[in-house]
């Protein structure tokens, strides 16, 4: 009996084992909100997973402050910081390369001292630093004389400093203390948010800031006539890249050493700088690039597939201004994109361009979105046409509707109404009028080569009613009023439920006043547009540069057999490049809510605290351990009787 009791109990025992399982919680990876910050987050989880680590990624927290409080609490188990930013985020002045008894060694085990009374500890130096640095373009530095901070403290009060909020809220190695060191006093501060630090690089080559905080490994620094001042006093430590950890974390996760020993001395000056630049001009996706890194190093295996190198090809109407709302947008692509191929292509359907994977993105009214002369039951609206999305609002347009008969004073009297090539923003929205409005006339589309040949088609084809949807200032919609063709007015859209089926068509006023500056005044008098003398109500429409949407599957061609494939398609815009364009474009309004839209602009909410319940089967273990927990201690404590 007391050899089947004990039997009975080692059985339990290893249910019990079982049920219990491997309960840990994954490890928190966390990380600041830069893009060298992300890329060192990312290598440490793919590596970490490769281990055979549960890993739970948050990634973009804030800055050094928040995250070293998230630290200490347990909130996440390990994020990459620089050493000089350890020793400030302690209050300590770190030795710099100016001390004449500087040694790296002994201020690492310093900082690794002073982080133990904390719990924490730091992994080996990744092999790269990153240290902040006041720049200033080349041109500017020159005519000013400036070549070192002393210089520039000489001109400070006459200039303005472009920083970020973490740099300059820092009490030890921020810009209170780097004034103060160099007796520097700015005349102005412009300040950004510390996520977009990469706008001072905006900032400085429009001129409205002369002198910013950029750091060592931004590549685009070496992209653009930037020159990066001496710290001649030696303010600034050395700040090289590793991870600050809990202690505790390596008991959780013994492989976890082994991690910190493949990344030790992994990733130098070059290549960090390579890997933002892949992800901050390229445009290309943090994990992906990392994940290359990882096996050109031979720390993970895998294969690396052919890079997509498409152009950044924005595609545009007929009638578009090159020197105008086009052209406005293809210089802030251009100098948000250095490195990529940014042309403008002309198109019919500039929509279909990108459909076709002739151009990345296109700028096009709201209208082109969708496909009017029907109603969508689903929806009460026009047809949406799919796969595209809407990643940037740059401008408003406006509907021009131009009287090309004398004897035509009201939109309703017309027969035949004329616009651009079917398919076209133009276009669209004149369908949608006739259909809002229930006109009985013919729409009847032309084309031209350039805006000029489109305003001649449009007065040569003979129709009552042309109509345009352009910003204020299209060169076609210039060329037909300089011919002195009136504007007629729209003013009864708001009738029946038109409001509701076309959203995306708002009433409007459009006034000479607009468009006085393309008609300078003579001898003093008063500007005067033959034909539009008084403001008018129309409709107006957001302007929005488009691009490919996800799709769950690829489109085949409709060729049969060996030489069937796949339709070209461009790739859809990854976050970082959407954020980028915005933040080029700069717009303080959202984009209409019924416009498809790219993920990157959804309003990201919190996430979500880890469910308290177990999973269901997890819940049965705990169960059945119980019970035969409770079955255990009433076998040992029963009396036995005897005989």
């Not at 491997?22 to 830069?34: A, M, T």
């Not at 060996?562 to 959202?590: K, M």
């Amino acid at each position: 009996m007391i050899r089947v009791r004990k039997l009975l109990i080692s059985f339990i025992f290893i249910l019990l084992l079982v049920g219990c399982g491997d309960n840990r919680e994954p490890l928190q990876i966390g990380g600041k909100q830069s893009v060298e910050d992300q890329i060192i987050a990312e290598l440490v989880a793919e590596l970490a997973e490769a281990a055979g680590i549960p890993v739970q990624r948050r990634i973009g927290l804030g800055d050094s402050r928040l995250m070293l409080e998230a630290l200490k609490r347990g909130e996440v188990d390990l994020y990459p910081e620089h050493t000089g930013a350890g020793f400030a985020l302690l209050g300590f002045t770190p030795p710099t390369d100016a001390d004449a008894d500087a040694d790296p060694e002994a201020a690492l085990g310093f900082l690794a001292e002073r982080y133990a009374s904390l719990g924490l500890a730091w992994s080996e130096p990744l092999g790269f630093e990153n240290e902040p640095a006041l720049a200033m373009l080349g041109e500017r530095a020159t005519s000013l004389g400036i070549r070192n901070y002393s210089d520039l403290a000489r001109y400070a009060e006459q200039l303005t400093l472009g920083i970020d909020s973490d740099w300059r809220a820092r009490p030890v190695d921020g810009l209170g203390p780097l004034g103060r060191r160099y007796g520097m006093q700015f005349g102005k501060v412009l300040e950004v948010d510390s996520r977009d630090y990469l706008q001072l690089y905006d900032h400085l080559i429009d001129g409205e800031v002369d002198v910013a905080l950029i750091r060592s490994a931004d590549p685009q620094a070496a992209l653009f006539d930037v020159r990066v001042l001496e710290d001649n006093l030696g303010f600034f430590p050395r700040y090289a890249g590793a991870l600050v950890y809990r202690a505790e974390a390596l008991e959780r996760f013994p492989a976890l050493e082994g991690v910190f020993e493949q990344l030790d001395g992994a990733i130098g000056d070059q290549q960090i700088s390579e890997l933002i630049r892949r992800v901050t001009i390229r445009g290309e996706d943090p994990r992906e690039v990392v994940r290359e890194q990882l096996i050109q190093l031979d720390l993970i295996d895998g294969e690396i597939g052919e890079r997509n190198r498409q152009a950044l090809n924005l595609a545009v109407s007929l009638s578009a201004n090159a020197d105008g709302e086009a052209g406005t947008i293809l210089r802030q692509l251009r100098r948000s994109f250095p490195t990529s191929t940014v042309n403008l292509i002309q198109s019919k359907d500039p929509l279909s361009a990108v459909e076709d994977a002739s151009a990345r993105i296109a700028l096009v009214s709201a209208p082109a979105f969708f496909s009017p002369g029907s109603i969508d039951s689903a929806t009460g609206q026009p047809p949406l046409r799919q796969g595209i999305e809407a990643v940037a609002l740059v401008g408003t347009s406006f509907l021009h509707t131009f009287a090309l008969q004398p004897s035509i004073t009201r939109l309703e009297d017309a027969t035949v109404i004329v616009t651009g090539p079917e398919g076209s923003s133009s276009f669209r929205a004149a369908q949608s009028i006739i259909d809002g409005l229930q006109l009985t006339a013919k729409l009847q589309p032309v084309e031209g080569d350039s805006p000029v040949s489109l305003a001649d088609a449009l007065v040569d084809s003979g129709a009552d009613v042309a109509i345009l949807m352009q910003p204020v200032g299209n060169s076609t919609a210039l060329a037909l009023l300089q011919q002195g063709l009136p504007l007629m007015e729209v003013s009864n859209w708001i009738q029946a439920n038109n409001r509701i089926v076309f959203p995306y068509l708002q009433p409007a006023t459009l006034s000479p006043a607009d468009y006085a500056r393309f008609f300078p005044a003579q001898d003093g008098d008063d500007v005067s547009i033959s034909g539009f003398r008084e403001p008018i109500e129309t409709l107006s429409t957001q302007l929005v540069l488009a691009a490919p949407s996800p799709l769950a599957t690829a489109r085949l061609s409709t060729t049969q057999g060996p030489g069937a494939s796949f339709v070209p398609r461009a790739l859809p815009l990854t976050d970082q490049v959407v954020g980028r364009i915005n933040a080029a474009t700069a717009s303080s309004e959202d984009i209409y809510p019924i416009l498809p839209q790219a993920r990157a602009l959804s309003p990201q909410l919190p996430k979500p605290p880890e469910p308290l319940n177990p999973s269901p089967a997890t819940s049965a273990l705990a169960m059945l351990a119980l019970v035969l927990l409770i079955w255990l201690v009433w076998l040992l404590v029963r009396p036995i009787k005897s005989g």
